[in-house]
């Protein structure tokens, strides 16, 4: 290309005060020229252009947000709140892998045997109690260190990851409860014991580390299902342990646990009880 | 970054789609200042110009491939540019009413202009037109862009484009011979 913008046009373009033909034309050269847009690169406004590339940078050096937390941002949470829930780790794909297996284990017996329903119905409520439990804590939360420098309260953090956790895990349950022999009653029955389970164990994390709170509930909740089978004199029956009084005893558990939790929940604050 | 100036902008495309930022770095060089210009042209105020350039640059990141290896690589870029300003400027705008009494202009404008011709030649012929037809000369013919895209940028109903796109033409054709 031989013919270039006369400089003069070419800062009454950078000003604005041009007419709209000469710049359409000046406008189109600019696309095929290199020489005009170096000439315009030269008098640029150095401080937007460093301002935008800064900001360029940042967004290449921030790591892509995986599918929980774009799939959370497109349900309009809040990006914070987005990234707490993301890098909990009883959310990464292995862990909700163990759980699926564990499911799956828990429907075959269930499938198998007649006493394999009550095996369902007491594994099912410890596997969400067993991700939140590992959804906080030194050893297993990567995020851990930043928690406790972070200006968040514990509490709403334990809340947010608590009901990440829950949701995930009740619909993975509920998914295997459809593989069950029968779709009665006793398919949801483990969904209040497991409400129970999670209240509880969260209360008792007020008073004492909440992996030993965790593993305490979680026997408790065991031998009292053990027990009741024992009890229930060799009929092994679902309805017989499950039935509406142990459902009525762990609402009321429940409903006592979340009082203690909203009484209690400032014990709940980071790097208290570790 | 040295013997990066000596590259094409299509070579920077092909360095960037292996990841290399050193090429964005001197793509943007090359090719920001110009687009930061035109995007505060086409109505982009003072932030919003920014925002848009680095969406633009950041799809040249993320994209690179979809140049199809013909027509300018700037012409490639304005065309990511424009339509991100045009997607921004939408999001605005669903906040705000309709501008008023933009239509009601077009024909006395228009009129006037027409009035007023007396060039023979097309910079003449281009600056008889009324700022309605030209604005949509702009926007397919220069820009690039689609009837529905200038709709858009131009916020008037799809059919309004097509029938300033042929008024304009008639009127440049008109003057021109």
New interface residues.
């Given amino acids: 290309m031989t013919w270039h913008v006369p400089v003069e046009a070419l800062r009454r373009y950078e000003s604005g005060a041009i007419d709209a033909t000469q710049q359409l034309s000046i406008e189109a050269h600019l696309v095929a020229c290199d020489f005009c847009r170096s000439a315009l690169a030269g008098s640029a406004n150095r401080s937007a252009l460093g301002r935008t590339w800064q900001a360029i940078e940042a967004e290449l050096a921030a790591p892509a947000p995986g599918v929980i937390e774009r799939s959370l941002l497109a349900f309009g949470v809040s990006d914070h709140s987005a990234r707490l829930v993301a890098a909990t780790p009883s959310l990464r794909r292995s862990w909700l892998l163990a759980i699926a297996a564990v499911l799956t284990l828990a429907v075959l017996v269930a499938n198998g045997a007649e006493g394999g329903y009550i095996f369902f119905l007491a594994i099912a409520p410890l596997l969400p109690l067993a991700g939140i439990a590992a959804a906080f804590g030194p050893g297993i939360d990567p995020t851990y260190e930043i928690g406790i420098a972070a200006p968040i309260r514990g509490f709403r953090l334990l809340l947010i990851r608590s009901v990440a956790v829950l949701a995930s895990t009740i619909a993975l349950a509920a998914v295997a409860a459809l593989f069950l022999p029968a779709l009665d009653w006793r398919a949801g029955a483990w969904l209040l014991p497991c409400l129970a389970v999670v209240a509880t164990a969260l209360a008792l994390s007020t008073i004492v580390n909440p992996l030993r709170a965790t593993v305490w509930v979680a026997a408790t909740w065991l031998v009292g299902v053990g027990a009741a089978t024992w009890a229930a004199t060799g009929e092994a029956s679902a309805r017989a342990v499950f039935g509406q009084q142990m459902q009525v005893a762990v609402v009321v558990v429940a409903i006592v646990a979340g009082f203690v939790l909203r009484a209690r929940r400032e014990e709940l604050e980071r790097g208290e009880h570790r | 970054m040295g013997p990066a100036g000596t590259i094409t902008d299509e070579g920077l495309l092909v360095a960037i789609g292996e990841g290399d ?1 050193d090429a ?2 001197e793509l ?7 687009l ?3 995007l ?2 086409r109505g982009a105020d003072g932030t919003l ?2 925002e848009v ?2 969406d633009t ?2 799809a040249v ?1 993320r994209k690179p491939q979809s140049y199809s290896g013909t027509g ?1 690589v ?2 490639w870029i ?1 065309g990511i540019g424009i339509r991100r300003l045009i997607d921004r400027l939408r999001r605005t705008w669903a906040l705000q009413p309709l501008a008023r009494g933009r239509e009601e202009t077009v024909v006395s404008a228009e009129d006037e202009v027409l009035l007023g011709v007396e060039f023979g030649d097309l ?2 012929a ?2 008889s037109l009324s ?1 309605e037809l ?1 604005a949509v ?2 926007a397919t013919v ?1 820009d690039g862009l689609t009837t529905r895209e200038a709709a858009r940028l131009l916020r008037i109903p799809a059919g309004t484009v097509k029938t300033r796109m042929m008024r304009a033409r008639a009127q440049l054709r008109e003057e021109l011979t």
């Fill in positions: 930022r964005l770095r943007y060089d090359r090719h920001a200042a110009w930061l210009l035109r505060r042209r110009a920014e350039l680095q640059f950041l990141w300018p700037a012409a304005w910079a003449g281009l600056a700022p030209r000369i702009q220069l």
